[in-house]
């Protein structure tokens, strides 16, 4: 079975870089898309963007460029979301998730356990 | 951007009646939507799209209608365990959007 494990909970302070991780095992790596999604506080989910990692294509919401940068390692099968420089406003929840076919257009029926960010200083 | 908009926001209902949330596409998306649960908690759990694919373990009480721009999430016998937050999701694009959810009570 399919398992996507997020790095533990972080605290940072404004300015501060952080990279988080999500970890998958029981299936392939290269053939799907892994995306982000944030969830704030008490608050709906917004898609950051997405990446193949079979040929490191990578797409981002407009509203994220820029500002994240997702990667992707094959040899140890986990996708990364990292920051430069972290502000309040990144305090969120962030999941992975994964389409559930060979390409974008499948629902997500993969889901990380999410990893708690916050930002304060 | 795709706009989803979901009806209604929040929702109170006793257990055995029959729910239904309803979700709007800013632009047709053909079937490509889905639905998902979310638990306080939690992260989000598929359960249904457009093309009636069924997430694991998903009661049949739990059906979805819908194409183009209009859909809707029906839960036919409401129980205690269904509370939740709803969202729908289009994937018709690299670009996903979600609804802003629809947190159902009993």
């Known amino acids: 079975d399919v398992q996507m494990v997020q790095s533990g909970a972080e605290v940072k302070k404004p300015g501060e870089p952080l990279k988080i991780s999500c970890k998958i095992s029981g299936d392939s790596f290269t053939n799907y898309w892994i995306g982000w999604a944030r969830q704030l506080p008490g608050k709906g989910l917004e898609w950051m963007g997405m990446?193949?990692?079979?040929?490191?294509?990578?797409r981002y919401r407009p509203s994220f460029e820029g500002q994240v940068t997702i990667s992707a390692d094959t040899s140890t099968k986990t996708a990364y979301l990292q920051w430069t420089s972290l502000k309040a406003s990144d305090t969120a929840i962030y999941f992975c998730?994964?389409?559930?076919?060979?390409?974008?257009?499948?629902?997500?029926?993969?889901w990380g356990q999410g990893t708690l960010v916050t930002v304060s200083s | 951007e795709i706009v989803m908009t979901q009806s209604p926001v929040n929702l109170s209902v006793s257990p055995g009646e029959r729910v239904t949330i309803s979700c709007r596409a800013s632009q047709p998306i053909g079937g490509n939507l889905a639905w998902y649960q979310q638990k306080p908690g939690q992260a989000p759990r598929f359960l249904l799209s457009?093309?009636?694919k069924r997430g694991t373990g998903v009661p049949d009480r739990f059906s979805v209608s819908g194409f183009g721009t209009e859909f809707s999430l029906t839960i036919s016998s409401l129980q205690s365990e269904d509370v939740a937050v709803y969202f729908c999701?289009?994937?018709?694009?690299?670009?996903?959007?979600f609804g802003q959810g629809t947190k159902l009570e009993i």
């Open positions: 998730a994964r389409p559930g076919g060979y390409s974008y257009g499948f629902p997500l029926d993969k």
């Open positions: 999701q289009q994937f018709n694009n690299l670009m996903y959007t």
């Open positions: 990446i193949y990692p079979g040929n490191s294509d990578t």
């Open positions: 457009g093309s009636s």
